[in-house]
């Protein structure tokens, strides 16, 4: 968890998503993937930022391509939202900070 | 407001060749180099989406796109370029300096080089939005995966059509390479790659009419170019590969440019109709729009560039 990113497996990835007090938020990603290399720094960045508001996981298809499956991922980058164990938002394609942040904007706590 | 001398938009092989000379140059350059997306239309350019890139010279053995534009980055990096992740949001080029806008910064430039490239065509059907992602994709490197022994098609004629059905045979039980010619545009070792591939097979003078499918792909309408009969096509994913348009839509009105939307550069060099302002690659080339091609107008670019600065200032 060096960047702020917890990293999930098959082993870890309800206890992960369902035991967590703030919305996780999970990276489908591979590394011949190359628009999730171009999202994973932004994907640090609003890690540390929101830090106790959302946390940021990632989840490898090609090692753990089982959890792609059940969700039915068929394209990568998809950032799965997940809040109270249930998938809240699906956010397909690689995307700016800027727009990222906009479509996070719900399960984030209201500013001010 | 910062101000720089020296200001390039765009970051695949053309902007960050310019960038890679421009530092070199101590001219101090920095790369507004788009934002991430799933089109082209991202930093690192069309490379990013393409798998083995075997005619680059220098790598005997091929190099992978993504790595192949990394490379070029962190190369540009070293020699002291600047790099802001942000899309360029409005150009004033009427008088000097020029002024760049992104989200929420501005930037005024003694000098710019223009390298926006180009993004991917879509076919234009309203079912496109909703299935993108969900079977239909823009990328083949990154889904193909997800395709594993199952029947799949590709759209285009060209080299990354073609290219991209080679690679998806390495998933796919069978691949439909969908081309509304009788001929592909390909070069010829990929066309004899494709027409030999047992998994290939080809679907001539035919275009995509509709997509089927509510939450996921199911399969696509495809219409005869000849006698406009139709037929079903059920398969599970289809890719995305019919030619590109350049990315100019932020200089209209501030660059010249033909009526197709590429930039028009004087012969034999990287300018445009506005002094200062330089474009390279495929924003530019509607003939040859290859990663040399484009590095080596980057390349220009920054020589130009360089030039004209000392010149003028």
Redesign the interface.
């Given at each position: 968890m060096a960047d702020g990113i917890v990293t999930l497996t098959t082993a870890s990835f309800d206890e992960t998503v369902n035991g967590s007090t703030t919305p996780v938020v999970v990276d489908f990603w591979?590394e011949?993937?190359?628009?999730?290399?171009?999202?994973a720094?932004?994907l640090s960045e609003i890690a540390v930022e929101q830090s106790g508001n959302l946390t940021i996981a990632k989840l490898n298809?090609?090692e753990n391509p089982d959890i792609?499956m059940r969700f039915?991922?068929?394209?990568?980058?998809?950032l799965l939202v997940f809040d109270d164990g249930e998938v809240k938002s699906r956010i397909?394609?690689?995307?700016?900070?800027?727009?990222l942040l906009q479509e996070l904007n719900e399960f984030l706590p209201s500013s001010h | 407001m910062s101000h720089r001398q020296v200001i390039i938009i765009g970051s695949g092989p053309a902007g960050l060749t310019a960038a890679i000379y421009a530092a070199r140059a101590n001219l101090n350059p920095l790369v507004i180099e788009g934002?991430?997306?799933?089109t082209s239309d991202?930093?690192?350019g069309q490379?990013?989406?393409t798998?083995e890139v075997e005619n680059f010279p220098g790598f005997p053995n091929g190099v992978?796109?993504?790595e192949l534009?990394?490379n070029m980055r962190q190369q540009a990096l070293r020699f002291g370029a600047e790099f802001l992740?942000?899309?360029v949001t409005k150009v004033g080029f009427g008088s000097r300096p020029f002024h760049i806008e992104v989200?929420d910064q501005q930037f005024s430039a003694d000098s710019v080089i223009v390298s926006t490239g180009a993004q991917s065509l879509m076919l234009g059907l309203e079912s496109e939005k909703r299935l993108?992602?969900?079977?239909l994709?823009t990328?083949a490197?990154?889904?193909g995966?997800?395709f594993r022994g199952q029947e799949i098609a590709v759209v285009g004629g060209g080299d990354s059509a073609v290219e991209e059905a080679t690679f998806l045979t390495k998933f796919a039980s069978k691949v439909y390479l969908i081309h509304r010619r009788d001929e592909l545009r390909a070069s010829k070792i990929m066309q004899d790659r494709a027409l030999n591939n047992p998994k290939i097979e080809m679907v001539w003078n035919t275009v995509v009419q509709e997509l089927i499918g509510d939450q996921?792909l199911e399969g696509a309408v495809l219409r005869s170019t000849v006698d406009d009969s139709t037929r079903t096509l059920n398969v599970g994913?289809l890719f995305v590969a019919i030619g590109h348009r350049p990315n100019t839509d932020l200089f209209r009105g501030h660059l010249e440019m033909h009526d197709n939307g590429y930039l028009i550069t004087k012969p034999d060099s990287s300018y445009t109709n506005v002094d200062g302002v330089f474009a390279c690659g495929d924003v530019q080339d509607q003939i040859y729009r290859q990663a040399i091609t484009a590095a080596g107008s980057g390349c220009m670019a920054a020589i130009d560039c360089e030039r004209w600065l000392e010149a003028n200032h």
């Open positions: 591979a011949w993937c190359g628009p999730c290399k171009m999202i720094p932004i298809v090609d792609a039915n991922v068929m394209s990568i980058p998809t397909v394609g690689a995307k700016g900070k800027g727009q | 934002e991430p997306s799933s991202q930093p690192g490379l990013m989406l798998t992978m796109g993504p534009m990394l992740t942000e899309k989200r993108l992602g969900h079977g994709s990328c490197t990154c889904d995966f997800f996921k994913g």
